[in-house]
Nanobody, 115 residues
């Protein structure tokens, strides 16, 4: 059974930083491209960043330069370092494979950026 367990969210002031973690199990992690996604109420889930098995990364335009995705293949964890957070980054953040598998969605982790 595949599980994605996200953690690290919270309340942060504008300009602050958070580091999200996603522990994946039930997949052959080190050959999978992984992605971070986010969703705000009333909108579709959207890609934030992705990383291939070899470490090549891609970012949504509004995150480029502020967010960094990385992975630890030994521990089956994918990270999202978020700096320079803005109120519009407020969302529930999820990880999944890239492209996402609908049966892999976890509970996500809430990120709230507010003063």
């Amino acid at each position: 059974q595949v599980r994605m367990v996200e953690s690290g969210g919270g309340l942060v002031q504008p300009g602050g930083s958070l580091r999200l973690s996603c522990a994946a199990s039930g997949i052959i992690f080190n050959i999978k491209a992984m992605g971070w996604y986010r969703q705000v109420p009333g909108e579709q889930r959207a890609l934030v960043a992705a990383i291939t098995a070899g470490g090549t990364t891609r970012y949504a335009e509004s995150m480029r330069g502020r967010f960094t995705i990385s992975r630890d293949n030994a521990e089956n964890i994918v990270y999202l370092q978020m700096n320079g957070l803005k109120p519009e980054d407020t969302a529930v953040y999820y990880c999944n494979t890239f492209a996402p598998n609908n049966s892999y969605w976890g509970q996500g982790t809430q990120v709230t950026v507010s003063s």
